[in-house]
């Protein structure tokens, strides 16, 4: 029996087209390749004549059975028409595009051009997962890729390959062989093809900087500032540009002293500038990262900062430096940390501050303070006193920095002075990369929004500095990526402020905090992360590879690239295997951290496939046989049996 078409809109001719839909199927007849079923409430089921074994309607209700068997049976009751044409318009996509708020790597909006049932986006970043910002024309519009629900500004996915989105209406469905082999329903509407051009793939070469200072000047200092001309040339991925800035040397032990050496730089701009197409600001640094074999260090850093949603997240530029015509080698070019557009972005700077804790303790004396009672030494960053318009004072800062410090250090817990979930995925990045510089501290900031005001809390953040991670041991380059994957950043390593650093590790239920947030990298970003290290190498390896010869940098870029991305697979599971056994309770697949009879509940309910039923995995194999099963059920009972 072969598929039935008859289609009428109005009400009138309801009871004639369900007649003659019952005639063709007596008679066996064939009216067309495709059935449209509108049913009164709207959806609609599409089911092709290729797909299709026999229709029936017996006793008031349509039956459809598809080449594999599978039955597809509804009331005819609910059934409003049924047409071998398409009953209504398509719904489409009406804007698409990639922006920086929503893609870290992505620093200027990339707007699809719509032609047709394609639409084509040029991508300027490193990285090829992106999540794309999109409407469609109708209201009750929905848009799946590969069966899976897509929503604007959130979901995320690899665009190395064309990906095909079939907008539609939520409930319309058509009958599909399935890549199984088997027939199932699956959304049905428009097709449309979204092709992402990636222009680092065509790319040569990473952009070039040249900086000509007045007169040829050496720069040869970090205290005082080079007037010079800057020429940033894209190489065809990046927006070019040109314009006064002033230069002066910046670091600590990066800092070389020798002026023709590979040293870091800080660039002051006159007003606010776009560099690259990242956010207006003023100052911006280039990082020299001279220690062998670190080339990579912070650009796999800062996206991993990125994916765990740290605040104040650096942008990493891979360029080419020359200064005076002289070639520096290759760099990144990134944000200044600081109370700024380009950094952290605050309303009202008028009595924040931002802080960092460093053992290099560098500022003037009335810009830092020694912290008790664990003499933390503190830099205050911002606001420079005698620059900045703010209502604070130094004591006053000290006063309210100490008084948090005051309540880890007494075990009087610290929620009333920090914000837990910025905390948590600061701690959370620096235990994966194994960034041992906080625990001295160097190169740790916080800030506070408003330190007059007792409900603000310090937000930890930015991360910086990140060429001593990474299992990196202070000896030689290889040690990057090679050692120290299943280490204990809290108590492996005997620092200055380790027990400050562990007070924060282990106060406030921040073990829970860190499981959940480990949950939601596993997986999706720890694979971003992983191909990152490849992407990043890729568009930068002829850069990176010429500059080796600058400071004898004999590193197989290449296999450390290919080694990152095993070392940082094997410290997320072991960190989050170890989160697991701080956390979870065997048999508590409600989460609730208790065990009890409602957990037998919801753990049958989600065996007899109870769609609403959401258990945590993790706490569901109890008997330890690898997979959820009611021997998991039995052997929560005994737990319970069992308990005081």
Known sequence: MKAWKIYNRTNERKCLSLLAVLTFFL????????????????????????????????DGQLTVVALDGSVYAYPMADVESISDTLPRELPSITSYKFTNKCNYQVYTDAVGVIENDTIR????????????????????????????????????MRFAAPKTYTVCRSGDLVLKRLASGAYGLVPFGRDVVVDVDFLTDHSTSVPRIDINTVGGVPISSKEYYVDAEIIIDGAGVFPSMTDSVQIKGRGNDSWTGYINGKNPYRLKFASKVKPFGLSKGKNWVLLANNRRGSMLTNAIGMKAASLIGTVGVNHIVP?????????????????????????????DETAAALLELDTYYDEPEEQKFMSEPYGIPVNIKNPEFNEDSTV???????????????????????????????????????????????????????????ILDPESRFVFGPVWDLDWAFGYNGIHAGSYFNFSKTADLYSDYNYEQREFIAAL???????????DLWQDFMGDGLDELCEFCGEYY??????????????????????????????????????????????????????????????????????LQNDAATIFMD?????????????DVAAILDLLLLAP
């Open 121 to 156: 986006v040029e991508v300027a970043g490193i990285g090829k997962r992106l999540t794309a910002t999109f409407s469609l024309s109708d209201n009750d519009a929905v848009a799946y890729v590969d069966g899976v629900l897509q929503q604007s500004k959130e979901s995320r």
């Open 27 to 58: 008679l066996g007849q064939s009216v067309g390749a495709t059935s449209y079923v509108t049913f009164i409430d709207g959806h609609l089921l599409v089911f092709p004549d290729e797909c299709v074994q026999s229709v029936s309607q017996i």
């Open 538 to 607: 890729q568009y930068a390896k002829a850069s990176i590879e010429k500059s080796k010869p600058v400071v004898n940098d004999n590193t197989d870029y290449n296999l450390q690239s290919y080694r990152a991305t095993q070392w940082l697979r094997q410290r997320a599971e072991f960190l989050y295997e170890k989160l697991a056994q701080e956390v979870l309770l065997p048999g508590d697949v409600n989460g609730d951290g208790a065990l009890s009879i409602s957990d037998i509940s919801l753990l049958i309910d989600y065996l």
């Open 619 to 631: 706490n569901a194999d109890v008997d330890g046989d690898g997979e959820v099963s009611v021997g």
């Open 505 to 515: 590790r282990y106060g406030e239920d921040m073990s829970r905090r860190l499981y």
């Open 319 to 347: 360029v080419e430096l020359y200064i005076n015509g002289l070639y520096k080698g290759n760099y990144n070019f990134t944000e200044k940390v600081g109370l700024a557009g380009n950094s952290v972005d605050l309303d």
């Open 392 to 450: 604070l004072t130094l004591d006053a800062i000290q006063e309210r920095f100490n008084g948090f410090v005051a309540d880890v250090h007494d075990g009087n817990g610290y929620a009333a002075h920090v914000d837990l979930d910025a905390l948590a995925r600061y701690l959370m990045l620096n235990d994966l990369i194994l960034n041992r510089e906080i625990l001295h501290p160097k190169s740790t900031f916080c800030y506070n929004e408003n």
